[in-house]
């Protein structure tokens, strides 16, 4: 999206989307923090709403279930003013309906990405761990990636960049586009 598009609206946000273990919640947090903003952290929130973790209620209701939930989190965190930082799922990259709302008024998006190896290393650490197959894993995330690509503002590899560096860049073009 280009500096200033005049088919973005409402509240300006900043959405971070990516596979899981990509560091949306660190990486939010940190924006958050040197912003001011609020974070909305998908999976926060939905522990909050349901009682249960995402892993949970894609074990229990199966993760279909668990995608609508994770849409629903993100349509009404949109919605929210004033603009905060929203850790979105990668999930929200198979809803159509997201991704035109995230390409037109969501105010900032951020594509995060990292090596497939390093994320399955995060993922088995991680408090979100799901049974996943890794070769699907890959595919679905090929997938989101060239979904979500095309509507980002930005586009980070936090690879080697860390979750300092990308926040540092996120919060300059934050700082370029609304001072």
């Known amino acids: 999206m280009a500096d200033g598009d005049p088919h973005r609206s409402g509240p300006c946000h900043v959405v971070l989307v990516g596979p ?18 609020s974070l909305v952290d998908s999976d926060h929130v939905i522990e ?6 995402g892993s949970d ?8 279930r ?14 929210f003013a004033p603009p905060s930082v929203i850790a979105g799922a990668a999930s929200v990259a198979d809803d159509a309906f997201l991704v035109d709302r995230l390409s037109t008024s969501a105010g900032v ?36 990636r060239s979904t979500l690509q095309p509507i980002a503002d930005l586009v980070l590899d936090v690879t080697d960049l860390g979750a300092e560096g990308a926040a540092a860049q996120i919060v300059d073009l934050i700082r370029s586009r609304h001072g």
Do not use: F, N, Y
Not at 21 to 29: L, P
Not at 66 to 79: F, N, P, Q, S, T
Not at 120 to 131: C, E, M, N
């Open 20 to 37: 899981m273990g990509v560091g949306k919640t660190t990486i939010g947090a940190l924006v958050a923090e040197a912003t001011g903003w």
């Open 48 to 53: 909050a709403l349901h009682g249960r973790t």
């Open 57 to 64: 209620i894609a074990r229990d209701e199966g993760v279909a």
């Open 66 to 79: 668990l995608h609508r939930i994770e849409a629903e989190v993100l349509d009404e965190a949109l919605g």
């Open 109 to 144: 998006v951020v594509l995060l990405d990292c090596d497939p190896s390093v994320l399955a290393q995060r993922r088995q650490r991680g408090s979100h761990r799901r049974p996943v197959d890794h070769s699907v894993l890959e595919e679905l995330t090929t997938r989101r």
